[in-house]
Structures are given as C-alpha cells and as structure tokens.
C-alpha cells in the first residue's frame, strides 16, 4: 500500500514538473515570436506570472486529471504492462482535458468559434504529463518489487550477516 502511494506521489510531482515546464517552453515560444516579429514582449513579470499560473493550475489538474486517468489505466487490465497503461491512460487524459476546457471555455464565454481550438490545445498540452505519470509510477513499482526490503524482518534474517 505504502509503495503504491509513493509511486503515485512520484508520478504526481513528475506531472506537474512537466506540466511547468511545458509552460516555460511556451512563453520562450511567444517571447522569440514576439521579438521576431518586433511585437509587445509583455512586460518583466509575464514569463514568471505564466509560470506560476501553471504551477497553480498543474497542482489543481494532478488530482482531477492525471492521478483519474492513470488509476483508470491500471484498473483497466488484469495484469497491465506499462504499454498498456500508458495507451489506455493517455486517451483518458485527453478526453477529461477537453471535457474540462470545454466546461471552462463555455464558463468563461468564449466565442463558440474557439471552444473545439481550447478543447484541442488542452487535449495536446496533457499528453507529456499522463505519459510520464503513468512510466513514473510503472517505474517505481517496478523498482520497489525488485529492491530488497532493508527494514522487515526476513530480510535481517536472509542476509549473510545474520547467519
């Protein structure tokens, strides 16, 4: 139980170190078109006020978006490879990303012309995070199925210092 938390706590926090990053590399994009296109750069706060609406929305997002559809993912199957998983927890994560944009956009009153673009944009922007929660968390358990426990008792007495 305890190795199935930490794997999904890992899983966790490599998503939304993904999800970060994702948005610094997209405000490097809009800064190299905005000074090659000799635009408005933004101001000195923009790339940290982007940065950090991403890290806000990215804790929000891990509970009702990655852990949903990773846990979706392993439920799927009997015994589920990390391939399966990561097939079947990706098109669950695009499907609840658009839903939520689609909720969001039509919240927000954006014109309806855009809603199926946000929809698209938050189902691609998802992809990276689910992927590497689902390796992560595959990962981990894997690791911990083959690492000796070094605090139980049957492991104290089959090592060769105990004999």
Do not use: C, K, N
Request: charged share 10%; net charge positive.
């Amino acid at each position: 139980m305890v190795a199935g938390i930490a794997r999904h706590l890992a899983g966790m926090v490599v998503a939304w170190l993904v999800f970060v990053a994702e948005a610094i590399v997209g405000y490097l994009g809009l800064l190299a078109y905005a000074v090659a296109t000799g635009s408005d750069l933004g101001g000195p706060l923009a790339g940290l006020l982007l940065v950090l609406i991403a890290a806000v929305l990215g804790v929000a997002l891990v509970p009702l978006l990655f852990l949903p559809a990773v846990a979706v993912a392993e439920a799927a199957g009997r015994r589920p490879g990390t391939g399966r998983v990561v097939a079947v927890a990706a098109p669950v994560a695009v499907v609840l990303a658009a839903a939520y944009a689609v909720v969001g956009a039509i919240v927000t009153r954006v014109p309806a012309e855009y809603v199926p673009l946000v929809a698209v944009i938050a189902a691609l922007i998802v992809l990276a995070p689910v992927v590497l929660y689902a390796l992560t968390a595959r990962g981990v358990g894997w690791v911990a199925r083959r690492v000796p426990r070094q605090w139980g008792g049957s492991a104290v007495a089959l090592s060769p210092e105990a004999g």
